[in-house]
């Protein structure tokens, strides 16, 4: 794993301090868990509502996707406490993933009411 | 040709601690010389080496297979090839072509000039580097051998389902195709990771974003795109491989599975894919015609705007190679409009190379010869590609030999070219001694001949009405002078090829008879920070990593503007040159893994063509390599392939920096 | 566009072997991070072709078994359950790791190792009970579009438990000090993606579309 | 030691021989391109015979114009950039370095717009093509589907009037290769593949569909004039993907009218002869793959050893031009015949006998296909096979094969 070509080690003590400061306290992990593990409890009882919800039961459903998605990221991914840069490259590709193969479906007019 | 080591002088040892055995088994190897040393290394200007000489083994062998198809078609009901045989070239052909030959050699320059751009002594991760062209090779090595173990694929190079299902391809060779691909594909991905954190992350101290030469910028974008591209193929790949192994229904048709399925997914890749392949070539286009023309790239920040938007555009387009699959007028709408706007990025890149010559001081070396025939080319190229976009033009155009015309007015007349074009002009960096220029100008002129002999009139054939990917033609059709004009310019193509060897073989001899191993660090006034290095540059790429403050750093440390703002040289390359400190920099050890785990990916792609049981031992190899990897350290003390050099020794410090020179090619 | 290169230079005297940990890097991420995140960003596009390959064909199959036949909810919500409770041990297990205390590092390494291979092992019956019902690899579209997604799935949380099981041998044998703690984290980035794909396929696989 | 040569320039002569080859080659080039239009093209997609081609061509040409005018910027633009700003006198000049211009935003913002417009331009032209194209011809026009399958063609038509696609049976006639139109009129066309991927395209009558197994498309093509039109397949399918030709027979519509009602007769067992022996022998060989009303029905696909289930259905075979695909011609190819049009088979000696006894005595001699022993064996058929029939077997076939008029 530790591939690097040049691995330069002057700020060994400082790069140390920063570690300790980076992410969020094991407190919080567990409280996103828990957060999380109830979102997927509701997901579950959406799902058995029988289409109660209508045409909304997908929406509700990838909304509450969304929510653990973006929570695992932040949170456990630590994408919140790092730089910038990891966040753009990563949510890069699941836009990119998202829009191309929504995109790809379309052409098989997968979103319409009809399909099959 | 021999291995030439020049005398070494005065060696300083370092305190020599016990190399440490990984996995207690073999010593970390340590040889500088003779093939162990290139199958060890993890040097990317090694790699870089072998990735380009593998590039033109693989582009002789490619090239073979198109002056078989050209001979075939010279003439009509040709008998040359059977139409077995036939399909069998052509699919070769366009995948060794685009997977083995213009991908990896952008990989070549982009892995021997990348760091030397950005000022850093190699790349984040070298042994996956080392894996990634292992790999690669494995995968060219599957993919070449289904000739003789039963049939080489017959589709085409994108394959489409269901004619790749055993119903109706039942040799082995699209197994070999579809392993072939994922195996690049590993490494195409890892390269391509490789390469990204590489600039993203490895960047001299003041070289920000818009001091970044071109030719790293597009590689950037290129690799980017590839990165989103491969898994897209390795996805489509595995489906295949499964309908064809396992029974899977992925494009069976009486199953319910849907044909174009494979379509989208080829072409959500393939497409990127063409961007992927003309990138590193605009870079290098956008790098070299500066040098000649004596003044800065004309709009180097809108080049990189653009770069970056055809890098963006280039998802949005996938299905204009599907114009004719009968998606309905609204896809067909959407994709032909989104498809001309690319148009609009590709246009101001050529009128901005333009713009590079307008009142420059041009020098017309080799290189700068391929560099303008290349945008020129790639122009025609572009704006025949622009008539495709309009959709119901296309369904006149597409699958004719029109497209095969503009596809390879793009790919050789763009990509290609200025490939060869970045052979002359960094020649004298990697190997200290330049090719002939007689010789280089009369490749240059061949080759544009024979190019636009060979493709030009495919214009005119496709439209005509001649279809691709026909093994023969009927007379009457009025085919016959054009295709007998595309076979001669074929020769004349594969002639300049010829002389490009003849070239490099003569150069070397040359430079060999004269005991000349290293030149001028800058033959071509240059710009950018490999020229501030020896040729050809030690093992470390910089004694000290550069400084850098401007764009074309290189250009800035020998000039500077007097009171009247006029530019004046204010200093010669030797002054303002990277120079021995007399501290050497220590560099990752060379290691066997990444050939041992690429050696576990060749078994496990045969195994899965031919049986499980290779596989076993394949994946055995692959994990023992990658756990001995992970275990091993990069640097290992101790064990350090450059032997310090003192400083003072000679006047300029570089005589005496000589591995082997030229001992690739 | 955090441009300041730190210093950047090469000493000869690197003779401590302390990788991974705070190298100067143009942006001051590390290799391998930057390295994995991007690889991550590379592999959404690969489950992403899967997902929506399933998404087209799953309702498609010329015989059954369809999706409703076989789909068993409360089965796995259990086991989605599971792999996120091991992402919470995981980010935990980095937490500790950053903090040096080794021997907590490697509990909680343990204890998601543990977790993942339930999942799997919950896949597994999950599998052999829809073959059972009659679902094979081959039998129809929906089957062969359904397996592929989730073993696909599968073989990365296999793999995700063989590099934990490399980094608790590592603890054992003291080879994550402190100062290695990134290389807890960048595994620990792959585990979470795989929990994160796992999330997209339970919504969009067994909820909306069983 | 150091190589500087290249600063140094070429020797003068060598240089201006280069420029002048270089010249040379470029002249001649484009010497070749204007002479490019070859008059005996019989595919071309740029002699458009129906208003399909027409609309399609008018939309395109303007785009070449354009494109040939933006060609000759960029190439003369180069030209002269390469002429008037080449390095004078010794290159290693110090004293005349360029200025460094970095760019000019004026120009390059006018080279981002007006591209930009003219995209504009042809996007919009292009958008409205697309659905003046794929508008449906009205229901009462003949409807015929399009299949295709390795190598050749089947075109059945439907003759009903009705207005929804799904009640169409498309059973009335049944015929391969020559595909037989009325002039001067929108003919609606079902696409299907009973196979692979195939490419159905009639350069000077529209642009090209692909057949796409599992997917059923519609599209449309139309003749202006009465007349033969040529057409290939398009997309790579196998074997003899090259020889999967067929034609479109334009005809004036009291002809057409005609042909309909003679290709809706059945045919009736010759009664005597040669032909007889010949029916008998075609039920016990061919009558497995081919239909011939009347005579025989093939056996279900299930059992078939072809792999896309089909055979040319041979009603009325000797009304068709060409067998195997377009390759051969079954009329005999002199004026006297030609002229008798598709009724060339009322005189005998307009029949290619001997191409077609020698296509049925060894099918995979004449074209290549996939039906070789093994293929037999593993009932995966692709193309025709050689059944061995003996010569006198030969010649009782090519006898009743002659009478399906």
């Known amino acids: ?37 109830v979102m997927t409890a509701f997901e579950v009882a959406t799902s058995y509502t029988k289409k109660a919800l209508g045409p909304f039961e997908d929406l509700v459903l990838l909304t509450l996707m969304a929510i653990k998605f973006v929570c695992v990221a932040l949170y456990f991914m630590h994408l919140k406490y790092d730089q910038a840069l990891c966040k753009r490259v990563f949510f890069f590709g699941v836009v990119v993933a998202s829009l191309v193969y929504c995109g790809m479906l379309a052409t098989f007019h997968y979103w319409a009411p009809h399909f099959r | 040709m021999a291995i030439v080591e020049a005398p070494r002088p005065l060696v300083i040892p370092e305190p020599v601690l016990p190399a440490s055995g990984p996995m207690g088994v073999f010593k970390r190897p340590t040889k500088t010389t003779g093939w162990r040393s290139w199958a060890t290394t993890i040097d990317h200007k090694k790699i870089g080496k072998m990735y380009g000489f593998m590039s033109i083994v693989f582009f002789i062998i490619g090239g073979c297979e198109a002056l078989l198809i050209r001979t075939q078609l010279a003439t009509p009901n040709g008998t040359l090839l059977s139409a077995q045989v036939y399909n069998e070239m052509f699919t070769m052909h366009g995948t060794t072509m685009i997977f083995l030959v213009v991908m990896p050699l952008g990989v070549a320059f982009m892995n021997y000039f990348v760091p030397l751009q950005i000022g850093a002594r190699d790349v984040a991760f070298p042994r996956l580097n080392a894996f990634g062209f292992w790999t690669f090779l494995a995968g060219g090595i599957i993919l070449n051998s289904s000739w003789i173990l039963g049939g080489a694929p017959d589709n085409g190079w994108y394959n489409y389902a269901p004619n790749s299902l055993v119903t109706f391809a039942p040799t082995h060779g699209i197994d070999f195709w579809t392993v072939g691909l994922l195996t690049t594909g590993i490494a195409s991905l890892v390269t391509a990771i490789n390469m990204i954190t590489t600039i993203i992350n490895m960047r001299a101290p003041g070289m920000t974003w818009f001091k970044v030469p071109v030719f790293t910028w597009m590689s950037l974008v290129g690799q980017f795109m590839l990165l989103f591209a491969i898994p897209v193929l390795t996805a489509a790949q595995f489906m295949l491989l499964f309908d064809r192994r396992f029974g899977a229904n992925y494009f069976e048709v009486s199953q319910g599975a849907d044909p174009l399925l494979w379509q989208h997914l080829f072409w959500i890749f393939g497409h990127p894919e063409v961007y992927i392949m003309i990138m590193p070539a605009f870079g290098l286009t956008s790098d070299i015609i500066p040098v000649f023309s004596r003044k800065p790239l004309f709009g180097y920040k809108v080049m990189v705007i653009s770069g970056i938007a055809i890098g963006f555009l280039g998802w949005g387009v996938w299905a204009h190679h599907m114009f004719t699959s009968g998606m309905g007028p609204v896809s067909n709408a959407a994709f032909a409009v989104g498809s001309m706007t690319i ?286 990897w992970g275990i091993e350290p990069s640097t290992e003390p101790g064990v350090h392939p450059v032997e310090p050099l003192t400083p003072d020794s000679g006047e300029s410090g570089v005589a005496h920096e000589i591995h082997e020179v030229g001992a690739n090619v | ?194 929990d994160v794909v796992w999330i997209v396929i339970f919504t969009v696989v067994y909820l909306i579309h069983k | 030691m150091i190589d500087r040569s290249p600063r140094r320039g070429q020797g003068r ?57 933006i060609s000759l910027i960029v190439l003369g633009g180069t030209m002269y950039f390469s002429v008037r700003y080449r390095a004078k006198g010794d290159l290693s000049d110090d004293e005349n370095i360029p200025e460094p211009v970095h760019g000019n935003a004026i120009m390059e913002l006018t080279w981002t717009i007006i591209p930009s417009l003219i995209i504009l331009v042809i996007g919009g032209a292009t958008v409205i093509t697309i659905f003046k194209l794929d508008k449906q011809p009205p229901p009462q026009n003949p409807h015929i589907e399009v299949i295709g399958q390795q190598w050749w063609w089947e075109f059945r038509y439907d003759l009903s009037t009705t207005s929804t696609e799904s009640a169409r049976k498309y059973n009335d006639i049944v015929t391969a290769n020559d595909m037989v139109i009325p002039a001067g009129e929108d003919i609606s066309l079902r696409m299907n593949s009973r196979d692979v991927l195939h490419g159905w395209w009639v350069p000077e009558l529209q642009g090209k569909r692909d057949v796409v197994p599992g997917r059923t498309t519609m599209f449309n093509v139309a003749a202006d004039k009465p007349g033969t039109y040529y057409g290939q397949c398009t997309v790579i399918c196998g074997l003899s993907h090259a020889n999967m030709r067929f034609t479109v027979v334009a005809l004036s519509k009291a002809d057409y009218a005609k042909w309909v009602e003679h290709q809706k007769q059945k045919a009736t067992v010759p009664t005597s002869g040669l032909a007889k022996e010949g029916a008998a022998l075609f039920r016990s060989q061919c009558g497995m793959c081919h239909d011939i009303r009347g005579i025989v029905t093939a056996a279900p696909p299930a059992s078939s050893p072809l792999v896309s289930g089909a055979a040319p259905d041979l009603t009325h075979l000797m009304t068709r031009a060409t067998f195997a695909s377009g390759t051969f011609d079954l009329r005999v190819n002199t004026p006297r015949c030609v002229a008798k049009g598709l009724n060339y088979a009322d005189d005998p000696t307009c029949i290619n006998s001997a191409e077609l006894r020698a296509w049925i005595h060894d099918p995979t001699d004449m074209l290549p296909m996939a039906a070789g022993e093994s293929e037999l064996k593993a009932n995966k058929v692709r193309g025709m096979p050689n059944l061995n029939v003996s010569p006198s077997g030969l010649d009782q076939l090519v006898a009743f094969l002659e009478t399906l008029k």
């Open chain 2, 343 to 628: 148009a609009i990025p590709t246009g101001v890149k050529i009128f901005n190379w333009m713009g590079t010559m307008w009142r420059g001081q041009i020098r017309f070396t080799t290189a700068m010869l391929f560099a303008v025939g290349m945008f020129t080319m790639f122009m025609l190229g572009g704006v025949s590609g622009i008539t495709h976009a309009i959709s119901p033009a296309d369904t006149q155009q597409h699958d004719t030999y029109y497209v095969v015309a503009h596809f390879h007015y793009v790919l050789f007349g763009g990509a290609a070219l200025v490939f060869f074009g970045a052979f002359y002009y960094w020649w004298p960096k990697i190997f200290g001694h330049m090719l002939n220029e007689n010789l280089g100008k009369w490749n240059f002129w061949l080759m544009m001949a024979g190019f636009n002999l060979t493709f030009g009139p495919q214009h005119i054939l496709g439209l005509q009405g001649m279809p691709r990917r026909v093994y023969t033609y009927l007379p009457g059709y009025g085919w016959e002078l054009w295709n007998m004009v595309s076979t001669i310019g074929s020769y004349i193509l594969a002639f300049s090829v010829l002389i490009f060897i003849i070239n490099v073989v003569y150069s070397r001899r040359k430079a060999h008879a004269a005991g000349q191993y290293t030149c001028d660090p800058d033959p071509w006034d240059g710009r950018t920070l490999e020229w501030i290095t020896t040729s050809p540059p030690p093992e470390f790429d910089f004694w000290e990593i550069p400084d850098v403050r401007d764009l074309d750093e290189a250009w800035h440390r020998k000039y500077a503007e007097d009171e009247n703002g006029r530019v004046v040289r204010v200093a010669k390359i030797e002054d303002v040159m990277d120079k021995p400190t007399g501290v050497i920099p220590h560099m990752p050890s060379p290691s066997y893994w990444p050939l041992v785990a690429a050696f576990g990916m060749l078994f496990i792609g045969y195994g899965i063509i031919f049986s499980l049981a290779l596989c076993a031992v394949g994946g055995f190899l692959l994990f023992v390599s990658l756990v001995a």
């Open chain 4, 13 to 69: 002569s060598t240089a201006k021989r280069n420029r002048a080859l270089g010249f040379g080659v470029v002249v001649a080039s484009i010497a070749m391109f204007a002479s490019g239009c070859v008059p005996n093209a019989k595919q071309d997609s740029l002699n458009p015979k129906s208003h399909y081609a027409q609309t399609i061509y008018n939309l395109i040409v303007p785009v070449f114009i354009l494109g040939g005018i």
């Open chain 3, 1 to 194: 566009m955090s441009d300041v290169a730190l210093g950047h230079d090469l000493h000869a005297e690197s003779h401590h072997d302390y990788p991974g940990l705070s190298p100067d890097t143009s942006t001051g991420i590390s290799h391998s991070k930057l390295g994995m995140w991007i690889f991550l960003a590379s592999d959404c596009l690969l489950f992403g072709a899967f997902i929506s390959a399933y998404l087209m064909y799953n309702g498609r199959a010329q015989r059954g078994p369809t999706p409703s036949d076989v789909i068993n909810i409360p089965f796995t919500s259990t086991s989605t359950f599971v792999l996120l409770m091991s992402s919470l041990t995981m980010v935990l297990a980095v937490s500790a790791a950053h903090r040096g205390e080794e021997r907590r590092t490697r509990l909680w390494l343990i204890a998601t190792a543990i977790l993942g291979a339930s999942f799997i092992a919950g896949q597994v019956y999950e599998f052999t009970t829809m073959y059972r019902e009659g679902l094979g690899y081959t039998t129809n579209i929906f089957g062969s579009s359904f397996f592929s997604l989730t073993g696909f799935h599968g073989v990365h949380v296999t793999v995700g438990i063989i590099l934990l099981l490399i980094l608790v041998s590592m603890s054992f044998r003291g080879r994550l000090p402190k100062a290695k703690a990134e290389v807890v984290e960048v595994i620990g980035l792959y585990w979470h993606f795989v």
């Open chain 1, 1 to 37: 794993m530790s591939d690097q070509t040049i691995p330069n080690y002057q700020h060994v003590a400082d790069g140390g301090d920063a570690a300790v400061e980076h992410g969020a306290s094991d407190r919080t992990y567990v409280m996103v868990a828990l957060f999380l593990a």
